[in-house]
């Protein structure tokens, strides 16, 4: 296990001794080569706890499961990407992935994955927003009250309406947009609806190019 920049204190396991040590290259001199778990920490507090819960290494798969299934079940779920090459893509879905954007467009919008491709220049932050505002109307014909995606700039800023100055006169369409996605959200909330920030790499509707 590499260490990181930032950590101040080692703590290891060799065949039943345990030790916490204040460089790599001391923890190193003492793991190399032999059956040993390993780990930096920041704080001594840290290190010291990691040994006392039993050194063990995180399941990271396993974590990730676990806080997936931990996702609202009964909220829309939206995203926007490039990485496919084709332009922006936009995807809103159910918690299992299951396509839902032909509730907010017609069929031939659609792609053949159930999402929509935005035309040329659009950027991936536009994305969002437009992702955002079809699922809040597809959240209000399903009935949900949960909307959740994975964009803070969305989340918090430009689906109420918050959109710099400067921003706007670059791209009118983004500020129509803005104002679309503002009034919608208006509606979705006072109706008891709510916009969630979940981590990409859990939103159901990833388009499939976020990493862990």
């Not at 290190?47 to 996702?71: T, V």
């Not at 932050?125 to 994975?150: S, T």
């Not at 400067?166 to 208006?186: I, M, N």
């Amino acid at each position: 296990m590499a260490a990181a920049g930032k950590n101040h204190f080692y703590a290891y396991v060799i065949e039943g001794r345990k030790g916490i040590v204040k460089s790599w290259a001391e923890c190193e001199a003492k793991v190399h080569g032999r059956s040993a778990r390993y780990k930096g920490f920041v704080t001594f507090a840290q290190a010291k706890a990691w040994l006392a819960s039993g050194a063990e290494y995180e399941d990271k798969a396993a974590a990730k499961r676990e806080a997936a299934l931990k996702l609202p079940k009964d909220a829309v779920y939206f995203d926007s990407g490039t990485g496919r090459g084709l332009g922006t893509e936009v995807a809103v879905t159910d918690s299992e992935g299951v396509p839902l954007l032909h509730l907010a467009l017609p069929e031939s919008d659609l792609t053949e994955r159930g999402t929509h491709l935005l035309p040329d220049g659009k950027t991936n932050n536009f994305g969002e927003l437009f992702a955002c505002l079809c699922a809040m109307r597809v959240a209000g014909k399903r009935g949900a009250k949960k909307v959740c995606g994975d964009s803070d700039l969305v989340l918090k800023y430009w689906s109420k309406g918050h959109v710099a100055e400067k921003t706007r006169e670059k791209d009118a369409a983004l500020g129509l947009l803005a104002r679309k996605a503002a009034a919608e959200r208006s509606r979705f909330e006072a109706m008891g609806g709510r916009l969630i920030h979940v981590p990409g790499s859990l939103n159901p509707a990833d388009l499939g190019f976020h990493r862990d």
